[in-house]
C-alpha cells in the first residue's frame, strides 16, 4: 500500500502512523490491539465524513481507487502500521 498511496493525494486526505518508530510505540500497539482488537499488521481504518466506513489490514490498489471513485468529497484516510524493516 505504501507504494501506491503517493498516487491519490490530490484525491484523499491520507494520514499513516509507522508507530514502532516512535517513543510511544507500547502505548500505540497496546491502544490498537485493545481498542480496536487487531493484532495484525498494517491495520488500516478509512473515514468518510468523520465516520468509520472501512477498516481492513491491506487493500489492493485497484480496491482502494474504488472505495475512492465511490465518494463525493474528498475521504479522509489513516493507516496504524509498524514500517518495514527496510530503511
Known sequence: MAAYLPD???????????????????????????VFKNRQVPYVRFYRDGKLVRH????????????????????PWLSLGRASTRA
Do not use: C
Open 8 to 34: 491519490f493525494v490530490d484525491q484523499a486526505a491520507i494520514f499513516t502512523v509507522e508507530y514502532n518508530r516512535l517513543p510511544d510505540f507500547e502505548r500505540i500497539m497496546s491502544f490498537k490491539e485493545d
Open 56 to 75: 481492513s489490514n491491506w487493500l489492493p490498489r485497484g480496491s482502494f481507487s474504488d472505495m475512492l471513485g465511490a465518494r463525493s468529497r474528498r475521504t
